[in-house]
């Protein structure tokens, strides 16, 4: 039987929700540096945090916690039954419109802080969930169809483990979804930033630098399934790292797994691609392009996963304090329920 765009409850299934992030418009190659405010440079977004005037992050008020608190009292009590109808946020409208056009057209980056996270878990996984049913339609993660995705160390032994499941250095990459959100719940005792780059600024870097380079960016990477494909499938995908509609690039950048897919017989990475990696991981190294965030208890990082990469420095746990986060894929094209 065909699978459905999207399951009974509008929630795309993990292959669906790989196909919605990857239908991006190509017209053609890109021949000049591109001008976006999604092109931006980490030390700009430092030294906006650090003065305190980053307008791509949001406080929210004693109002507004009160408007969550109401919502998730007055909203179903089963998870998979919450939509942006039945989670009502009227006084947040505004905000939320802002937060969603800014992944969608703007820099790509949204903080939300102030998140109540000691109340039980389950209140704090209702009001993460329906908060990001005003941004856009939840997907799943995985095989699994995870849904609201756990970001832990699993202490897995299992050579196809995805790194997110360790407490391991994650090189830059984007996920396959419109925007991804983390909830933080619980710092590491040490380690585990989460670092952001701008990909239209390394595609700008490439071109001003290697331009001979750039054509290699529309052909097609081979990715790494690390064992997330179906049973007598190939053990890679081969998606096309950057589209371009002749107004915007989206990119889809995973350094690791586009490096590890190596690791299977017969596959080879070309050399062209190597020195795309190598270039876009080095300048995604550099103060001057990356921004580094510790993100505390309550906080809500949003993403574009079409102009932003992210990466996670290793880290380390105790006994008593284990680095946890919640997360969400979610689509900026909402289907009606």
């Not at 989206?250 to 490096?259: K, Q, V």
């Not at 795309?276 to 190294?285: N, S």
């Not at 208890?297 to 574009?304: A, E, K, M, R, V």
Request: net charge negative; aromatic share 10%; with cysteine.
């Amino acid at each position: 039987m065909r699978e459905p765009e999207a399951s009974a409850t509008g929630y795309r299934s993990f292959a669906a929700q790989s196909r919605h992030y990857f239908a991006r418009e190509h017209l053609r190659v890109p021949t000049k540096p591109l001008s976006s405010p999604a092109a931006w440079r980490g030390s700009d977004l430092r030294a906006e945090w650090d003065s305190g005037t980053a307008s791509w992050c949001y406080e929210l008020s004693d109002d507004d916690r009160a408007e969550i608190y109401a919502a998730v009292a007055q909203a179903p009590e089963e998870l998979a039954l919450i939509n942006r109808e039945n989670f009502v946020l009227p006084s947040l409208a505004a905000s939320i419109a802002q937060w969603r056009n800014r992944l969608a057209t703007g820099m790509g980056v949204q903080i939300i802080k102030g998140l109540p996270t000691r109340e039980p878990m389950e209140w704090v996984r209702r009001a993460y969930w329906g908060l990001g049913h005003h941004l856009g339609e939840p997907g799943a993660q995985n095989p699994q169809q995870e849904l609201l995705g756990e970001v832990r160390d699993y202490r897995e032994d299992d050579p196809n483990v995805r790194l997110y499941r360790t407490p391991h250095n994650i090189n830059l990459h984007c996920d396959a979804a419109d925007v991804v959100g983390l909830l933080c719940l619980q710092t590491a005792v040490r380690g585990g930033h989460s670092r952001i780059v701008s990909t239209v600024t390394l595609f700008n870097e490439l071109m001003g630098e290697r331009p001979d380079l750039v054509a290699a960016l529309f052909d097609r990477f081979k990715l790494d399934s690390r064992g997330e494909r179906p049973e007598g499938a190939l053990p890679y995908s081969e998606p096309l790292p950057c589209c371009f509609d002749g107004d915007m690039l989206r990119t889809f950048y995973h350094s690791d797994y586009m490096r590890s897919v190596s690791r299977h017989a017969g596959v080879t990475v070309s050399s062209e691609q190597q020195q795309i990696l190598d270039f876009y991981d080095d300048r995604g190294a550099r103060p001057d392009f990356y921004f580094d965030m510790w993100l505390e208890p309550g906080d809500i990082q949003l993403l574009s996963n079409h102009t932003v990469a992210h990466a996670r420095t290793a880290y380390q746990d105790s006994a008593e304090q284990q680095r946890h986060l919640l997360r969400l894929w979610l689509s900026l094209s909402q289907s009606s329920r």
